[in-house]
Nanobody, 121 residues
């Protein structure tokens, strides 16, 4: 019913930039918060950044000042601009959205399939 698809991952040198996009599609009535998470090999998935439908943002301390989350509500899309990338940012990046579907009761958190970001030193 609902799909989230991330794009924009890839290989970049330390100090470089990448912009991730995540588009939600399907039987969507409304989207509350959206967010980006990441999971490095052997580590737990962690929150990178989140944004409410009204534009309020929250960031992990490790990315503050380097990453910027934004969204286009008309396009059901959330973005993550990543600057000054470091090797420790290497991970699979996942987006999620707290989404209410047409005819649904309440909302549910949907996840994308993930996109690999690799930062070389």
């Amino acid at each position: 019913q609902v799909q989230l698809v991330e794009t924009g991952g890839g290989l970049v040198q330390a100090g470089g930039s990448l912009r991730l996009s995540c588009v939600a599609s399907g039987s969507i009535f409304s989207i509350n918060a959206m967010g980006w998470y990441r999971q490095a090999p052997g580590k737990q998935r962690e929150l990178v950044a989140a944004i409410t439908s009204g534009g309020r943002t929250n960031y992990a301390d490790s990315v503050k000042g380097r990453f910027t989350i934004s969204r286009d509500n008309a396009k059901n899309t959330v973005y993550l601009q990543m600057n000054s990338l470091k090797p420790e940012d290497t991970a699979v990046y996942y987006c999620n959205g707290d989404i209410r579907t047409w005819g649904g009761v309440g909302s549910y958190v949907y996840w994308g399939q993930g996109t690999q970001v690799t930062v070389s030193s």
